[in-house]
C-alpha cells in the first residue's frame, strides 16, 4: 500500500494532488494518506454507508481535475464487506485515474480478475491465503508509473530495491495456486460455516447483531456485537477462541473499530463488537464449540456488565462521554 499510494503520488508530482479513498480503509492506506496530506497532498475520504459500503456514484461525486488516484479496498479487514471495485475500476479507466485496489482481504477467497476489473495496482499478503508470512505481491499494470520508495539496487524493475526472499516469492506463488484450485469447494464451505455461526449467535444471544453488508462480502469474515459487553473483555473470556476486536493490527488500541465508527455504528455498540475469521482448517464442531463459548461467556459479563446496568437504569448513551486511546497519549 505505501509503495503503490506513494508511488503513485511521486511519479504523478505536476499532474494534480487529490487523492480519493474511504473512511474505512485499513490503517496502512489511511496513515499512508495523511502522511502524504503533510505534505500538501489533498485526501477525500468517503463515507461508506451503515454496510460498510461505498458506491461508484460517490466516488465519481468526489472526483475533481486534480484527481490522481483512488484507492479503495476490495474487501473491508474487519466487517468483510466488499466495495464495487469493477464498477469503479470501469470509472477510474474512463477519467484516466489510476485505481488501487488492497485486495488482501479478498484474494483466494473470492474471483479476482485484476484486467477485467480495470484494476492499475492491487496489494497482496502471502499470509491472508496460507502463504509465508513477511512476503507481499504489488501487482502493477504494465505502463502505471510507480516511483521507487527503497532505492539502492534498481531490483524489481526499478521499483523497489532489495534482495528478493526467493523462497517466500516461491511458497506465495504455490500458496496462491492452492488458493485458486480449492476456491470453487471452500468458499461455499467458508459461507455456510459462518452463517451457520451467525444463525446460531443471533439465536442465543439476544441483544446480538451483525456488522456488514449481508449480501456483498467474503465467505470467511464476520463481525458481531454483543451490546452491554465489551468486546475486549469478552474475548478475553474465550482463550480457546481466537477471534480478535476490530482488526487485528489495531486491537491491542482498545478504541472503537474506525470501521465500525464510519460506518455510523453506535460507539456502544463499536465497543462490544468482536470480528471472526473462519479457514481453510475450521470445522463445524468449532463453530458450534465458538457459539457456545461465545453464548456463555456474554451471560456472565451481563450479569456483571456497568454498561448493562446503566442501560436497565435507562442512560442515554449517545451523551456518554467515551475515552479514546490511553491517558498517556494526552500527557496525562
Not at 502463504?131 to 521499483?159: I, N, S
Not at 492452492?178 to 460455516?193: F, G, H, Y
Not at 452491554?228 to 476486536?245: F, I, T
Amino acid at each position: 500500500d505505501n509503495l503503490a499510494i506513494k508511488g503513485v503520488a511521486e511519479a504523478a508530482a505536476g499532474k494534480g494532488n487529490h487523492i480519493i479513498t474511504c473512511q474505512a480503509e485499513h490503517k496502512a492506506v489511511l496513515d499512508t494518506c495523511k502522511y502524504l496530506e503533510k505534505r500538501g497532498w489533498r485526501v477525500t475520504y468517503l463515507k461508506p454507508d451503515r454496510t460498510g459500503r461505498v458506491s461508484a456514484r460517490q466516488v465519481e461525486e468526489a472526483i475533481t481535475d486534480g484527481t490522481v488516484l483512488i484507492t479503495l479496498m476490495a474487501a473491508n479487514n474487519e466487517v468483510g464487506t466488499l466495495h464495487p471495485v469493477a464498477d469503479i475500476g470501469e470509472l477510474a479507466r474512463r477519467r484516466g485515474i489510476v485505481f488501487h485496489c488492497d485486495a488482501t482481504q479478498a484474494v483466494g477467497k473470492i474471483p479476482l480478475d485484476f484486467e477485467k476489473m480495470k484494476i492499475d495496482l492491487a496489494s497482496l499478503s502471502a499470509h491472508k491465503v496460507y502463504g509465508p508470512k513477511g512476503v507481499g505481491a504489488l501487482y502493477v499494470r504494465k505502463g502505471v508509473r510507480v516511483a521507487c520508495q527503497m532505492h539502492g539496487g534498481g531490483h524489481e524493475r526499478g521499483m523497489r530495491s532489495g534482495t528478493l526472499n526467493v523462497p517466500g516469492v516461491v511458497g506465495f506463488g504455490a500458496a496462491c495456486e492452492i488458493a485458486v484450485r480449492e476456491m470453487p469447494q471452500e468458499a461455499p464451505r467458508l459461507a455456510a460455516l459462518r452463517d451457520r455461526l451467525e444463525q446460531d449467535v443471533l439465536r442465543r444471544v439476544e441483544l446480538s447483531s451483525v456488522n456488514g453488508n449481508i449480501e456483498y462480502r467474503v465467505p470467511n469474515t464476520t463481525n458481531l456485537s454483543f451490546a452491554y459487553v465489551e468486546g475486549e473483555s469478552l474475548m478475553l473470556r474465550m482463550p480457546d477462541v481466537a477471534v480478535s476486536s476490530g482488526s487485528a493490527c489495531t486491537s491491542a488500541s482498545l478504541q472503537a473499530s474506525h470501521v465500525l465508527l464510519a460506518m455510523d455504528v453506535p460507539e456502544e455498540i463499536s465497543h462490544s463488537s468482536l470480528r471472526f475469521s473462519l479457514g481453510r482448517f475450521t470445522t463445524q464442531e468449532e463453530v458450534d464449540y465458538a457459539v457456545e463459548q461465545v453464548a456463555q461467556a456474554v451471560a456472565r459479563m451481563r450479569e456483571l456488565s456497568p454498561l448493562y446496568d446503566m442501560a436497565k437504569a435507562g442512560v442515554d448513551f449517545s451523551k456518554v462521554q467515551w475515552q479514546h486511546g490511553h491517558p498517556e497519549d494526552s500527557g496525562e
